[in-house]
């Protein structure tokens, strides 16, 4: 089997990005996806620790705890990274009374269709 430079590795070395981050797609068990957000060193080393979601607030610049403030945490399941180690992808297992990843309080950010008109439609 062929590689691509040093991406097809045993090692985890992350690409975070001139700022220092990396992007992160979260879906739930059943594989739905509940959100995109971003994690720096000091979150994704958080998540693999303590087993719960942390992430770098980009608008409140600082670290972020999912849950910490709802009650609605994520519980880490598995990690997955990309074939160029420059994009993450956890399975969680959402805790808390409402099961809610978004900050709106449904269940995934991703709660609206773009119909072919371009305008937008609620699926919750």
């Known amino acids: 089997m062929g590689t691509t430079g040093n991406k097809e590795t ?9 700022k220092g981050l990396i992007p992160c797609v979260v879906t739930s ?3 739905e996806v509940l959100m995109v957000a971003w994690m720096n060193r000091e979150a994704l080393d958080l998540t693999l620790k303590t087993g719960e979601a942390h992430f770098w607030s980009r ?14 945490t994520q519980k880490l399941i ?17 805790q808390g009374q409402k099961q809610a990843a978004c900050h709106t309080g449904r269940r995934s950010c991703f709660h609206r269709v773009v119909g072919k008109d371009g ?3 609620f699926k919750e």
């Open 78 to 94: 598995e990690m997955k990274v990309d074939c160029d180690q420059d994009c993450l992808w956890i399975t969680v297992e959402m």
């Open 59 to 72: 608008s409140r610049q600082e670290l972020w705890h999912k849950g910490a403030t709802s009650g609605e």
């Open 119 to 121: 305008k937008l439609a």
């Open 10 to 18: 045993a090692d985890f070395t992350p690409l975070f990005d001139e």
């Open 29 to 31: 068990i059943a594989g």
